[in-house]
């Protein structure tokens, strides 16, 4: 090897954080809709504070993801100048808000697989990773409380909230097949000891929601067709209407600073 | 020219009167948030390293408090600042000490009494948290929004005096 040559990019690593970068991006982005439009004011709170919660947690991923790419990208332009077809998320997380019961089943949803996924990196070999997964990890916790009780207090709740929580389960389910499925990034990163074994978290998620649906009296939904291929760039069509609104006023003054 | 370079207990003694841009009735160095001080040498000569480990990841204050400490030191006649940021260990309210958690009692907010993972039961689901009203010392609280004004609180009531409180949760 040159002495003055590059290392070579570990382009494993530079697709998992993208891809969890990309999640929290478009999840925090999702739920920052709600401000100033949740049911009651300590929801506006908590809701926003969530949002700022993952937004945080994207900028620290992107920001790994620019350092490992190391082709003068930082998480700014990450975030605002790719397309749809760049972006690395699940697809649950694109899901539209709909309406409260929407909103908060995809959260949960998304919150106990997070909360497993940032558990298991928090002691991954990469020291960068392990970090922003244990730093992470412990908010994620406390959105899964918040999530799982409103699973609870609206599955067990009125006539109205109990049909639009299973509603919005059944609607939601076909997205969560792709949390769990590995792919070559994600296996090359086991290998090194630095990823996620998806395909492990299925148990331990699995666990969690069905003790809060059984608590809320709602029906866990059959497993059957799943959507996938938002890892590798394929979307529905709800990510590009997001990132156009995401993306537009830095893309109508690039590099303007404020 | 440093003619009298300012030694680390001069700086955290600087750093000890930025108070937290939300919670100003505490500093930063109250908070946990400056970890080390050191001078290192760089092309621009002496350069002041303070590293800073950031609260909850969403906190909006983190710019405004990178931006305070430079202030702050500039003021004090330091020149150039580093600012390097560490994510682990991550930050917890288990470094706020004993005269913190009063200081913040007495400003009106019920500080973290647990060490932060000891509340027994599942991690996933909320536990009654130990926790006191700041005005009357009732324990007699019901939680209200699991946040408050800041990522760090939780608004509860007290069910004796009847006020509401925030509730600087145990992380």
Request: with cysteine; proline share 5%.
């Amino acid at each position: 090897m040159n002495a003055g040559s590059a290392p070579a990019l570990d382009s494993a690593l530079f697709e998992f954080a993208l891809r969890l970068g990309d999640t929290t991006l478009v999840l925090g982005q999702r739920v920052s809709a709600w401000t100033g439009h949740a049911p009651i004011v300590e929801e506006d709170l908590a809701l926003t504070n969530v949002a700022l919660d993952l937004v945080g947690q994207a900028r620290l991923w992107l920001t790994l993801a620019g350092q490992i790419e190391n082709a003068g990208r930082d998480e700014d332009a990450l975030a605002y100048f790719r397309d749809a077809h760049e972006f690395r998320n699940v697809l649950l997380v694109e899901r539209p808000n709909g309406n409260f019961a929407d909103t908060m089943a995809r959260q949960f949803l998304f919150d106990t697989w997070h909360f497993y996924t940032l558990q298991r990196l928090a002691t991954s070999r990469d020291e960068r990773v392990a970090a922003i997964a244990q730093k992470s990890v412990r908010e994620v916790a406390y959105h899964v409380r918040r999530s799982g009780d409103w699973v609870v207090r609206l599955g067990d709740g009125t006539d109205v909230s109990r049909t639009r929580m299973q509603a919005a389960l059944d609607d939601l389910w076909p997205y969560t097949g792709e949390l769990f499925v590995s792919d070559a990034v994600d296996r090359e990163l086991v290998e090194r000891g630095v990823g996620c074994d998806f395909e492990a978290l299925r148990e331990p998620w699995s666990l969690h929601v069905d003790g809060i649906l059984r608590e809320a009296t709602l029906e866990r939904p059959q497993d059957g067709w799943m959507h996938a291929g938002g890892k590798t760039g394929r979307h529905t069509e709800q990510l590009g209407y997001l990132l156009a609104e995401m993306q537009s006023v830095r893309r109508s003054v690039p590099g303007e600073r404020w | 020219m440093n003619l009298a370079r300012a030694t680390p207990a001069d700086v955290w003694r600087w750093l000890a009167d930025v108070p937290d841009p939300e919670i100003p009735a505490i500093s930063i160095v109250d908070l946990g948030i400056v970890r080390d001080v050191a001078w290192k040498a760089s092309d621009a000569g002496e350069t002041l390293a303070v590293t800073i480990t950031p609260t909850y990841s969403g906190c909006p204050a983190t710019r405004t408090i990178e931006r305070d400490i430079v202030a702050a030191l500039h003021a004090h006649g330091v020149e150039h600042v580093a600012l390097d940021v560490k994510l682990a260990p991550p930050w917890t309210t288990d470094w706020l000490t004993a005269e913190v958690r009063e200081k913040l009692r007495a400003y009106g907010i019920a500080p973290p009494e647990e060490r932060a993972g000891e509340a027994s039961g599942d991690i996933l689901r909320f536990v009654e948290t130990r926790t006191a009203c700041p005005r009357c010392g009732a324990r007699d609280v019901t939680l209200t929004s699991a946040f408050g004004s800041t990522p760090c609180k939780a608004l509860y009531r007290c069910n004796v005096c009847r006020e509401p409180f925030d509730h600087f949760k145990c992380h």
